[in-house]
Each structure stands twice: as C-alpha cells, then as structure tokens.
C-alpha cells in the first residue's frame, strides 16, 4: 500500500442519506423506509450498514417536514446522525443535507460527500471502500451494476389499453454493451456536487441522481463495479429479497 492509499484509508467522510420520499409503487400504510425487515426497519439497517463503516464518521439524514416515524425509532438519537429537512425531489433532499454539511464544516473544499438511498439496506462495506478510493482520482463516481440481460426499447401502442391488451410493445433492442445499472453510494467533491445541484435545481433540469447533476456540468464521474445484490426495495416483494441478502451474510436485528 502506498502512503496516500494509507492515508486515504483513515480519512473520515459524512454520508448523506435523502429519507424524503413516500415510496408510493410499495402501496403501504407508511413510507417504504419505514416498513419493517427482520425485526428493524429499513432506514435503521441502511443506516446502520453505513455508519458501521470504518471510515464514516457522520451520517445526515433529510427527512420530510411531516414525518411522524422517525422520532420514534431508536436510531433517532444516535450522536452521528444529524436530521435536516428534506425536499419535494431528491435533489432538493441531497442539497438540503449538503447545505447543512457547508455551513458545519471547518473546510467545505476538502469536504466529499457519500450519497445513499434509504433503501438500500444491502450495501456491502468493500464496495464502500472501492469507491472511497476515487478521492485519489479527485473525480467522483458511483457504485454500478453491468447490464447482463437483453435490452429492449418500449414504446406506447397506438392501441386502445384495455385490461387484456398491453400497452407498450417493443420498439427496438438497445445494445447492452457499456450499459449499467446505476447503484448507490454515489460519492462526489461535497462542493463540486453542491455547485451541480443548485445550479441543476435552478435551470429545472431533469435530475435523476448524483451523477446526472454532475453529468449535466460536464463533470467526470467514474464507474466503480458493485454487488449486484446491493437491490434497492421498490416493490413489495423487493423486502423478501433484501432479507434473503441480509439472512446470508448472517445479519440479524441487535
């Protein structure tokens, strides 16, 4: 290992976690972080998954204005997490944890900023440190997939939808060469993330996550290969699959 790989090892960095989001395609009673796996809820192991990490120290949690879960959790008084308002989009969410981040740092140019989804509880901690190394690349990047099945390009059918006729049929097969699924962490110069967001924010453009904001101020974001099973719990049945990935690596509720 050379000295700044040794270095780069022990440098500590905040993790960001937009908790906002109501998770409507779960249709659950509450928000989907808030639904229970194997004796927890699913922000409290994504969280937990994160500050377990040896080189994250701080974790700062943007949550709605409304939330009524929360407070009520365990986790909530935890001395490295820190709660902020969280926004309408997940971009206004990440800023607002940024902006919190730049006001209590002692040197927000040096800062780098680890992105996370709530709901992500299966994160393995090597793909953490991976992409950890990029502050030597002094770019960011993200965790990604490769795309391993065929692609196909839908389109809406001139057809009249009705229960038993589908409305999308296919238009094309995209070549899957280079083509991956993007993951998180997703982790960037904290500044240089702040700058893209904002200035994304104020233009109205479309941005999906970390790296398309940086993306759309023609910045370098780097691909590091994670787990495929790093699943983020979209659908209901996605929380079988996360227990499946949790029960194997022998997690079970503390």
């Known amino acids: 290992m050379t000295t700044t790989q040794s270095a780069n090892s022990r440098r500590q960095f905040y993790a960001i976690v937009p908790a906002a989001g109501v998770g409507k395609r779960m249709k659950a009673a509450c928000p989907k972080?808030?639904?229970?796996?194997?004796?927890?809820?699913?922000?409290?192991?994504?969280?937990?998954?994160?500050?377990?990490?040896?080189?994250?120290?701080?974790?700062?949690?943007?949550?709605?204005?409304?939330?009524?879960?929360?407070?009520?959790?365990?986790?909530?008084?935890a001395p490295w997490l820190t709660t902020v308002p969280g926004g309408k989009e997940r971009a206004d969410s990440v800023l607002s944890g940024l902006s919190w981040l730049k006001s209590h740092s002692a040197d927000f140019k040096k800062e780098w900023a680890l992105v996370h989804d709530a709901a992500r509880?299966?994160?393995?901690?090597?793909?953490?440190?991976?992409?950890?190394?990029?502050?030597?690349?002094?770019h960011g990047g993200i965790l990604a997939s490769p795309v391993r099945d065929t692609m196909k390009r839908g389109v809406e059918s001139s057809t009249t939808k009705?229960?038993?006729?589908?409305?999308?049929?296919?238009?094309?097969?995209?070549?899957?060469?280079?083509?991956w699924h993007a993951l998180t962490p997703q982790?960037?110069?904290?500044?240089?993330?702040?700058?893209?967001?904002?200035?994304?924010?104020?233009?109205s453009l479309n941005i999906t996550d970390e790296a398309s904001a940086i993306e759309l101020q023609q910045g370098k974001v780097h691909i590091v290969e994670g787990c495929a099973s790093n699943i983020k719990v979209t659908h209901p049945h996605d929380l079988q699959l996360a227990e499946f990935y949790l029960k194997s690596r022998g997690e079970n509720a503390s």
């Open 187 to 203: 982790f960037f110069p904290a500044e240089a993330l702040y700058n893209a967001l904002a200035q994304g924010l104020s233009q």
């Open 33 to 77: 972080q808030y639904l229970p796996l194997l004796g927890k809820t699913l922000i409290e192991w994504t969280l937990e998954a994160l500050i377990s990490h040896p080189q994250i120290h701080h974790i700062i949690l943007p949550i709605s204005p409304q939330d009524e879960y929360f407070a009520d959790l365990p986790i909530a008084s």
């Open 162 to 179: 009705t229960a038993s006729m589908p409305s999308l049929h296919v238009d094309h097969t995209v070549d899957r060469t280079n083509l």
């Open 121 to 138: 509880p299966c994160v393995n901690p090597t793909d953490i440190s991976a992409l950890l190394q990029l502050t030597q690349t002094g």
